[in-house]
């Protein structure tokens, strides 16, 4: 999910669960005790570990955004929790807010769109939505250069202007 804001979007991940932490058959089933305590701890041990990982995995994720975002991060990450069987919460998903407002110089803009581009793309695992954000500097980057191209051929016009203008100054100029 993209959020734009004054010109700041979220770098959103979201971790597909690869097995669900709790079915209606796993709740049906402890009701009925057909599992067995040792079935049903061993089960909830089973959620905690694959629940741990994608909060690992998440928080990893999200650091990585941030430690390549440079001053285009705008906060720290933000994290979606689940409770696990054990009570505690693991972060499923997460995101980290990065300014993509562009200025007036493009130079800096160019600068600005190249490091939102690497912030993007610094996990090892981009989600959908990093790539999104990944399009929207190289787009922002192009923008940034077209300027900067404008700006070189008016300055060239300038010159060019200036070389044919100045013998026939000098001419006007100068006493006979």
Do not use: C, W
Request: aromatic share 4%; no cysteine.
């Amino acid at each position: 999910m993209i959020v734009l804001i004054n010109g700041v979007q979220s770098i959103a991940s979201y971790v597909a669960l690869s097995k669900p932490v709790f079915s209606s058959n796993d709740k049906e089933e402890r009701a009925e005790g057909s599992l067995g305590e040792k079935g049903e701890e061993q089960a909830q041990k089973e959620q905690v570990q694959e629940l741990s990982r994608i909060d690992s995995q998440v928080r990893a994720h999200e650091s990585a955004h941030i430690a390549s975002g440079g001053g285009v991060v705008k906060g720290g990450a933000s994290f979606s929790y689940t409770a696990g069987p054990d009570g505690k919460m693991y972060a499923v998903a997460g995101e980290v807010p990065i300014d993509t407002s562009m200025g007036e110089d493009p130079s800096e803009n160019l600068a600005k769109a190249r490091q939102i581009r690497a912030a993007a793309l610094a996990p090892s695992d981009p989600s959908p939505q990093d790539y999104q954000v990944a399009s929207t500097a190289t787009m922002l980057e192009v923008r940034a250069r077209m300027e900067l191209n404008k700006e070189r051929r008016e300055e060239e016009g300038l010159k060019a202007y200036a070389r044919i203008a100045e013998p026939q100054n000098q001419e006007q100029i100068a006493p006979r």
